[in-house]
């Protein structure tokens, strides 16, 4: 009998980690509550990326990604697959950043791609 593992589809930097769990202690959020990860439509690319704490919808997937629990649509893995998040805290860039394998072109302003 084998069990199936499955793999979170997107991963996260330490310094990333660090913040995500620096700005759920500032904002109080509970247990609750989740990272949404996801992608919507807009932007100048085509697509916009989703990050933001949230609770569980209908037809989400539930990751435990270096101890932060994530929900994701099952639908957006296909656009997400092998994503890196990074946090980036310097003079000339400061926020979340998204390495992305499929983006087959992003933005200037790095939320927005098209696949």
């Known amino acids: ?41 807009g932007g100048c690319s085509g697509m916009n990326y989703i990050l933001g704490f949230d609770q569980k919808k209908d037809g989400d997937q539930e990751y435990y990604i270096d101890g932060i629990k994530v929900f994701m649509h099952k639908a957006h893995g296909l656009y997400l697959m092998g994503m890196q998040i990074d946090f980036q805290d310097g003079l000339n860039a400061r926020g979340f950043t998204f390495n992305n394998p499929n983006a087959a072109s992003t933005c200037g302003c790095g939320t927005s791609f098209s696949v």
């Open 1 to 41: 009998m084998s069990t199936a593992v499955e793999i979170a589809p997107v991963s996260f930097t330490q310094g990333a980690v660090k913040e995500l769990f620096k700005l759920k202690d500032q904002q109080e959020i509970g247990d609750d509550f989740g990272l949404r990860v996801g992608v919507e439509g």
